[in-house]
């Protein structure tokens, strides 16, 4: 089984306990995702869980689109209300 390499979460054991009160042994698994992180500097495959992923204890590699859209110049088109508003005018009349 994999582990969290961020916070060493990893399989845990208990006894599920059914309504007629039978036991039987239940194993509860870590939401465990691989992904390209910076490690060190250097770009690594780590085994990382969900939670460290979503509070941020994980520096997420930049390749493969893993970059983050605020990271990203995206230029918007710039559209011209003036042309729209001539072409409605232009239909109407």
Not at 3 to 16: A, D, H, L, P, T
Request: hydrophobic share 30%; glycine share 6%.
């Amino acid at each position: 089984m994999a582990k969290c390499e961020i916070c060493n979460k990893s399989v845990s054991f208990g006894i599920k306990v059914s309504h007629s009160h039978r036991r039987s042994n239940k194993m509860w698994k870590p939401n465990v995702r691989r992904v390209r992180a910076v490690v060190n500097g250097e770009h690594k495959r780590i085994y990382v869980c969900t939670r460290c992923l979503r509070s941020g204890l994980v520096e997420r590699g930049h390749g493969c689109g893993l970059t983050k859209a605020s990271e990203i110049d995206m230029e918007m088109p710039e559209v011209n209300t003036f042309e729209a508003e001539d072409a409605t005018e232009t239909q109407s009349e």
